[in-house]
């Protein structure tokens, strides 16, 4: 994935593989969502949040 280019330290060629598939997977079943009941699939700002709000939980508890 060319927006890791360039990270330091470098990403492993197996989590790129791993990180690709998830994202065609969330892509899939957002998609299937859409076709099955299209009011009930969240918008970009509703998702970006729900992200926000997990990742900042993960890094707390890492801390």
Do not use: Y
């Not at 060319?2 to 957002?30: K, N």
């Amino acid at each position: 994935m060319r927006i890791f280019d360039g990270v330091d330290p470098p990403v492993e060629t197996e989590h790129l593989r791993t990180l690709s598939s998830m994202l065609i997977a969330l892509c899939d079943g957002l998609i299937l969502q859409w076709l099955l009941d299209s009011d009930a699939v969240p918008d970009g700002k509703a998702m970006l949040g729900a992200l926000a709000s997990a990742t900042s939980a993960t890094a707390a508890g890492q801390s």
